[in-house]
């Protein structure tokens, strides 16, 4: 698999025409993904609920790039507020339960977020296909 393959997952579409991630080799690298529910691409506005979906976003778009969370080595999280670090954590560990085996992860506000999203990220993934 060395051709650079763009990944589609439905519930997670750009506005521009930019793919959900995309795989090359054993790197798989993501566009912006967010709190958007899956099934219906809605942003909610509760940011617990945000980050739940982000999350699953995140497990279903390294699912259909062959791989899974275990596979991601850096995440990058901006949030509205950094306030509401204590509940990304929550899902963070939750997703990442092993605390010798967590991505890095950088976490920064930005107001470049369009309301009502208040969370979003983005992923850099090596996976093994052996």
């Known amino acids: 698999m060395d051709e650079r393959r763009s990944i589609e997952v439905p519930g997670v579409r750009h506005k521009n025409p930019i793919p959900s ?44 790039a062959g791989g899974s969370p275990a596979d991601i080595v850096k995440m990058t999280v901006w ?12 899902h963070w560990v939750a997703m990442f339960p092993d605390p010798h085996s967590r991505p890095a992860r950088h976490t920064m506000t930005s107001r470049d977020l369009a309301p009502p999203l208040q969370v979003q990220c983005d992923l850099l993934a090596v996976v093994d296909d052996g």
């Open 79 to 90: 949030i509205a507020d950094l306030s509401l670090r204590e509940i990304l954590n929550r």
């Open 21 to 64: 991630a995309c795989r090359r080799g054993p790197i798989v690298a993501s566009g912006g993904i967010g709190g958007a529910d899956p099934d219906t691409g809605a942003v909610p506005g509760d940011f617990d609920l945000q980050c739940r979906f982000m999350f699953e976003n995140v497990r279903r778009i390294m699912a259909a």
